[in-house]
């Protein structure tokens, strides 16, 4: 079944063929089945895969070849690789995906274009398998901008508003400066290397780190260099700082494309990105600091934004931008695993917070303030329990799947002795729930808020939607499992994930070259050369759970009941702190106006003095110059025969002259 | 009998030519424009013949007739055009016959 690799992306390509040829006049049943049959067909072969590779049915890493893109000195194939770290995306990709495709049917029933919706999701998961199966760099390029076209096309999907494409162009303009850094980092390897197969790379570079540890540009290393243009196309990717500002204003899109596309996957790219380049980090300490670095960073900012919005896909947008950083900042401490961890188990429970956001905007009739939400969980238990469980799970309380993957985080971070770091995400956690305990008791308890009209429309959602929602609850729930680190089993040994991303995670030249941030702390309660006692980090883990649980409270105290007047109190008691989180700390502002606004001066300079001045100039020099030839023959046109008869007469004088002299 | 030497008609047929192109240079009067031309015709006409007296050769007079063929076409032609402009603009100066300018 294994051969059939190349399948899985193929599908859903086949069924954006097909819905866009079937064309949006045929009935709607048709697009249903193509637009969902393929993705689904695609994960059951994907598991079948699966099953044959996690059972050593197949030889690891699988390679597969589907025809040579290129050949010459530039050979790339266009080649797909199933390796421990590509399985792991490519469950959580076909998964998470094809919940979210049923879901869309039920979401999306009622609006228009809903071929056209299916035709750009499917393409999305076309694009997005083939950025986690490339086995090279190109490949995964290719996906991972068309992952970018399609998120632009769904974010604009209601392109008859004004906010979504301006958005959707926010997304695209922001997303395309990253990818400029990812590019040069391409041609920075492929000068170096000569191809750009993932496996070639880092086995040469394994076999002899000294030669890219050397000057190369900017007084970088060739590893650092690449790495930091490598993390630069992740922020804009992943939403990182500086690059994070499109992923709020991509909530524009309908509310599963937010689930799929800015939650589950494609916001992940970066991450899968980073840990695919996990040699090249690890030679570049620096660089791997500043990522955890700004990781750490973006989670703490983020999360302060979130506590004070009001529109519940906003708080979500937000929470979603702390939650990569939390991955950012494992993966830049050396902990590949437990980024790739956080990354699915965040896929789950943040997939299934937003697929229960889109469940009580659709009850709502389309209503996203929260403030005149309340009490909808005598109308929506589903989607109530689901959301709710979901929420525990982001907070981080055990054994829910968000609890095993941010405590192996924190773990590496105090494990480094990166103690700032590590109270950051501490307090990230706190905020997180906080913020998202303040969404669920202002939308689900309380009293309703909003109008007559729309409290007698409330209903729950249809099973096409609550499905997926269970679904997915369940994995939020059990995702964790999978993970469960050393210390929390007292010694035994129950990290399956630990060891099956091991074959992925290079130990590249043993620990001389790395900082304290090194590989060890991957295998987080193992061999660490830098460890803190069991009881410490029991200490530490029961430390998270209790700010975890301390948040909740905290939120329950002040929304459970009377949600304004806590909203109240909490404005109060920020004070000018709050001002601040409900204006996104003036980011959008300050990048309109020291950033936008002088490259739009000087695009207007640009237009004005080189095109308008100098090249079109040049231009009307041209015309203006023949033109003047033009006037001064046109003198001796005086249309008066007698001056006619004179040239004529002159013209006679001259050759006779000439002849006879 | 003593000849006159043929310089004598050249330098005749050259100052009726130049006669002949001042006034086509200077007048205004269409008609007088013409008169001139035919002057100048005529001129040429005068060079032609006396050289065929010269050589004893025929075909310069016989080219003297064609000459007074195309000169009375001309004539008949350019009078009538004078006539139709006449009736049309009420003059046949030409100095006002400039509608044909750029």
């Known amino acids: 079944m294994i051969q059939y690799l190349w399948l899985v992306p193929l599908l859903p390509l086949l069924g954006a063929v097909a819905n866009a040829i079937a064309g949006p006049r045929a009935p709607r049943p048709v697009h249903t089945a193509i637009g969902v049959g393929a993705p689904g067909l695609s994960m059951l072969l994907s598991l079948g895969i699966l099953w044959q590779y996690g059972t050593g049915m197949a030889p690891s890493p699988f390679e597969q070849v589907v025809y040579p893109w290129t050949v010459g000195e530039l050979a790339i194939d266009v080649a797909f690789l199933l390796d421990p770290l590509s399985a792991v995306m490519l469950f959580v990709v076909t998964f998470v995906g094809f919940w979210i495709h049923l879901y869309s049917t039920g979401y999306m029933a009622h609006e228009d274009g809903y071929q056209r919706y299916f035709v750009y999701l499917n393409l999305f998961m076309f694009a997005m398998l083939l950025l986690v199966l490339g086995n090279n760099f190109l490949v995964m390029f290719v996906g991972w901008e068309g992952v970018g076209l399609c998120s632009y096309l769904l974010i604009g999907y209601y392109y008859d508003q004004k906010v979504p494409p301006r958005a959707g162009r926010k997304a695209f303009v922001v997303n395309r400066i990253g990818d400029f850094a990812f590019l040069i980092g391409m041609f920075a390897l492929f000068s170096t290397f000569g191809t750009l197969n993932y496996q070639e790379i880092f086995s040469s570079i394994a076999a002899n780190p000294a030669a890219v540890t050397g000057e190369y540009a900017l007084g970088l290393s060739m590893a650092a260099f690449v790495a930091l243009c490598f993390f630069i196309g992740a922020t804009g990717k992943s939403a990182q700082i500086p690059l994070y500002v499109w992923l709020p204003d991509a909530m524009a899109g309908p509310t599963p494309v937010s689930a799929l596309i800015h939650a589950a996957t494609m916001v992940t790219a970066g991450v899968y990105m980073v840990v695919r380049s996990n040699v090249i980090f690890q030679l570049a300490p620096g660089i791997s600091l500043l990522v955890a670095a700004v990781g750490a960073a973006t989670a703490l900012m983020a999360a302060t934004i979130g506590l004070a919005q009001n529109d519940i896909k906003k708080v979500l947008a937000y929470s979603t931008v702390s939650q990569l950083g939390y991955m950012f900042l494992a993966a830049g401490l050396g902990a590949y695993t437990a980024a790739v961890f956080h990354l699915g188990t965040h896929a789950f429970f943040k997939a299934l917070l937003f697929l229960g956001s889109g469940s009580v905007i659709h009850a709502m009739g389309g209503e996203q303030d929260m403030r005149k939400m309340g009490g909808l969980k005598k109308q929506m238990p589903t989607t109530y329990r689901t959301f709710f469980i979901a929420s525990l799970a982001i907070a981080g309380i055990p054994p829910l799947a968000g609890f095993f993957s941010k405590d192996e985080i924190l773990a590496a971070a105090a494990n480094n002795g990166h103690w700032i770091l590590w109270f950051v995400g501490l307090a990230t956690a706190g905020l997180t729930a906080f913020y998202m305990f303040r969404a669920v008791f202002m939308t689900f308890h309380g009293d309703f808020r909003g109008t007559q009209e729309q409290e007698d429309h409330l209903h729950e959602s249809p099973p096409s939607m609550t499905v997926p929602l269970i679904v997915l609850a369940v994995g939020a729930v059990t995702a964790g499992w999978v993970g469960i680190s050393k210390v929390l089993t007292f010694g035994r040994d129950f990290n399956w994930l630990h060891h099956w991303l091991e074959p992925v995670i290079a130990t590249v030249g043993g620990g001389g070259h790395l900082g304290e941030g090194g590989h060890e702390a991957a295998g987080h309660g193992g061999e660490a050369a830098h460890h803190l006692s069991m009881g410490v980090e029991w200490a530490l883990i029961l430390l998270a759970i209790a700010i975890a649980v301390t948040g909740i409270l905290l939120a329950r105290s002040m929304f459970a009941k009377r949600a304004l007047e806590g909203e109240e109190r909490l404005i109060a008691a920020l004070g000018p702190a709050h001002r601040a989180f409900a204006n996104k700390y003036w980011v959008d502002e300050a990048y309109d106006r020291f950033i936008i606004r002088p490259l739009a001066a000087l695009s207007r300079g640009f237009w004005k003095v080189v095109d308008g001045f100098i090249i079109d100039g040049l231009l009307h020099l041209t015309s203006a110059v023949a033109e003047i030839l033009g006037d001064l023959g046109r003198f001796s046109t005086t249309g008066n025969v007698r001056n006619y008869v004179l040239y004529f007469f002159l013209g006679i004088v001259v050759l006779l002259g000439w002849i006879i002299l | ?102």
């Open chain 2, 1 to 102: 009998m003593e000849m006159v030497p043929v310089s004598w008609y050249l330098l005749l047929a050259a100052l009726l030519f130049a006669i002949g192109t001042a006034g086509a240079l200077t007048r205004r009067n269409g008609i007088t424009i013409f008169l001139s031309i035919e002057l100048m015709l005529n001129s040429v006409n005068l060079t032609l013949v006396a050289y065929s007296r010269m050589l004893n050769d025929q075909t310069g007079q016989v080219l003297v007739f064609f000459v007074l063929a195309v000169a009375a076409a001309e004539a008949a032609v350019g009078l009538a055009l004078f006539i139709a402009i006449y009736r049309h603009r009420r003059t046949i100066d030409l100095n006002r016959m400039n509608l044909l300018r750029w």
